[in-house]
């Protein structure tokens, strides 16, 4: 079912033809393009030892993997005020009016979905609430390897701030073009959003030091003041921030274990082929790892897909990077009979970002089960949902649209239920209680209940029911 065409001079996009078969989820799961899973093993060795490390030597082992990892020398990891604040001075104007503009469209959005609190009355005398707290604290991480993402600060930040969290930290990787410090787009972007507690971490080292805190120390220039730990992390980064989210998981709620980014475009013949390559490129962009998939029912639509690639990768700036993620397995064309089975592998694949490029796209999106985001027609890009849509570009990967949401404001919010019942509620289902306790073999519970009435129990009998 498999094929791939190779030149020199354009991308292989491999094509997967499932014309013909009449495959279940299980194996529809097993055909599409995905990365095999790489040496997990080692990874996660790598990250138990930074999180050994960060644990038991604080700040001194912050200085040491700085040193390691971003070549930089540094004593305390936190951004000094004059340096945020300095970097929003030094802003491009325009970098600055698309932030701003940014940032307006993902309140709007953030807004519109915090939650309402419930109450409910089962009965006369009984009322069970439930009520949206936000987080304490939270630590968001913007990466910044392959590019810079400012677009990150502010999908993590807004939805934070809707929520209501009182307290937000940020961390990004320290430049060596910098003295030492993120990126100063990175800082900008968080002066924008009124954040001041930067620190220059990158990778797993600042998922650990978010999860445990780092105590206050001292050393030969003074004190070190100390990093209080978070109650949630979020943000995107490589497989070992990946894995340090997932190890820490528990000690702190994270978003996602985010894997490379991926793009899915369904499309028929009617769809413009070098909307689609564009599009295709525009993730590639991000990974050599990142997917880019399209899944169509037109062969020629296919070939046409092809040759816009190899035009357009060949133009590009970062062309070797998305030559090599056009190439790889996780990347290509899967041929189906009809729309209807494209929806369905489209389902099985449940991209981070799917494109529909048909007739009556808003009619098959809304057929649509599995996806983090969801861009409708021709004029709806995921670059759209990267910068300004409003929505969040935080979303699941590596199939995980399956069952997980992407960031939200629910995401730094917990449900507290409220439970008040009067005397006479509690009577009206004391004989319920008593009977699933005894069912479960917890009399336990039936005595909590039934000790409230004793009184009432001696004087005249068991409570009214």
Known sequence: MTSAATTASSPAFRTIDLRGHALGLA???AAVPRLTAGDGASVEEAVRGIISQVRGSGFSALTALAAKFDGVRQR???????AIS?????????????????????????????????????AQGASVTQRWVPVGRVGLYVPGGLAVYPSSVVMNVVPAQA????????????????????????????????????????????????????????????????????????GPGNIFVATAKRLVKGVVGIDAEAGPTEIAILADAGARPEFVAADLISQAEH???????????????????????????????????????????????VLVDTLDAGIAVCDAYAAEHLEIMTADAPAIAARIRNAGAIFVGDYSPVSLGDYCAGSNHVLPTSGTAAFSSGLNVTTFLRAIQIIDYSEPALSGVARHIRSLSDAEDLPAHGDAVEVRFADALRLSGPPAL
Do not use: C, W
């Open 86 to 122: 300095g970097a929003l001075a030094g802003l491009d104007p325009e970098v600055r009016a698309a932030l701003e503009e940014s940032i307006a469209r993902a309140r709007i959005f953030a807004a519109a979905q915090v939650p309402a609190d419930v109450t409910v009355h089962p």
């Open 163 to 234: 929520a209501g969290v009182a307290s937000i930290a940020l961390a990004s990787p320290p430049q060596k073009d910098n003295d030492g410090l993120p990126h100063p787009t990175i800082l900008a972007a968080a002066a924008l959003l009124g954040i001041d507690e930067v620190y220059a971490i990158g990778g797993a080292q600042a998922i650990v030091t978010f999860a445990y805190g780092i105590p206050a120390a001292h050393d030969d220039a003074g004190e070190l003041p100390a990093i209080a730990p978070v109650d949630v992390v979020t």
């Open 76 to 82: 305390h990891p936190r951004v000094p005020a004059e």
């Open 287 to 333: 990974d050599p790892r990142a997917g880019s998939v399209l899944v169509t029912d037109s062969p020629e639509l296919a070939d046409r897909v092809r040759e816009q690639l190899a035009i357009l990768a060949a133009r590009t700036k970062h062309r070797e990077r998305v030559v090599e993620a056009l190439s790889g397995e996780q990347s290509g064309v």
């Open 27 to 29: 194996e529809l799961r």
